[in-house]
């Protein structure tokens, strides 16, 4: 158990529609990364934030965006799903310091796009 | 831009030892990570490397050769519930988003 905590777990959307995830960090963890992993790949990075600002993006269209709140926790929305978003989502969390700033993954959102 | 390259599946036999090679080229290099995943779960942290060398982890240790763009990770006296993808990941410089491979799915058997 990392701490992380996401929902929903499992998600089922039409092609089109709109979709939010969630995410908790772990108690004293200072940024969100939200990751995409479709199956039988590597997680692909989406974007940072750190203090409730964008710090960095991956290759994602602008229809993937992001928040994050004063208590560290985050949101995922994606607009105008298309198949291809059907993947698992994860977010990691970790305290960003000059040292190695560790990841720490949540357990997943499965996203279905029909 | 980063390019990670990892074996796509990986066999080996109860208490044996495996070595699964990891390479990459990076345009900016602050440390390689390697994380677990088992089906249908979230990637669980292993190890991190940010200097050449060996670090070693109980059953685990990771290597890393920074000129050779080259890592590995060892699992010793293997168990079936090392049946598992192995993640390699390097961080970029700058901040500390994680680049992955596709990973290296290692099947044990009895």
């Known amino acids: 158990e990392t701490g992380v905590t996401q929902s929903p777990t499992h998600l089922i959307k039409t092609r089109g529609q709109q979709v939010t995830l969630r995410c908790s960090s772990q108690s004293g963890h200072n940024t969100v990364s939200w990751y995409q992993q479709a199956l039988g790949q590597g997680p692909q990075f989406i974007f940072q934030?750190?203090?409730?600002?964008?710090?960095g993006r991956g290759n994602f269209p602008p229809r993937f965006s992001g928040l994050q709140f004063p208590n560290y926790s985050s949101e995922l929305n994606v607009n105008a799903l298309e198949l291809d978003d059907s993947a698992l989502y994860l977010c990691a969390s970790s305290l960003e310091t000059s040292g190695r700033s560790e990841q720490y993954f949540g357990p997943g959102t499965r996203l279905t796009v029909t | 831009g980063q390019n990670i390259d990892q074996p796509t599946e990986m066999t080996a036999t109860e208490g044996a030892i495996v070595q699964i090679n990891c390479t990459y080229q990076t345009s900016g290099f602050n440390g390689l990570f390697w994380y677990q995943q088992h089906a249908g779960e979230a990637p669980t942290f292993l190890s991190y490397?940010?200097?050449?060398g060996l670090e070693e982890k109980g059953r685990f240790s990771s290597f890393l050769s920074r000129s050779k763009g080259y890592s590995y990770l060892l699992l010793k006296e293997l168990q079936m519930k090392d049946s598992a993808s192995y993640l390699c990941a390097v961080r970029n410089s700058g901040y500390s988003t994680l680049t992955f491979g596709k990973g290296t799915m290692l099947l044990v058997s009895p």
């Open positions: 934030y750190y203090r409730e600002e964008e710090n």
């Open positions: 490397n940010v200097l050449d």
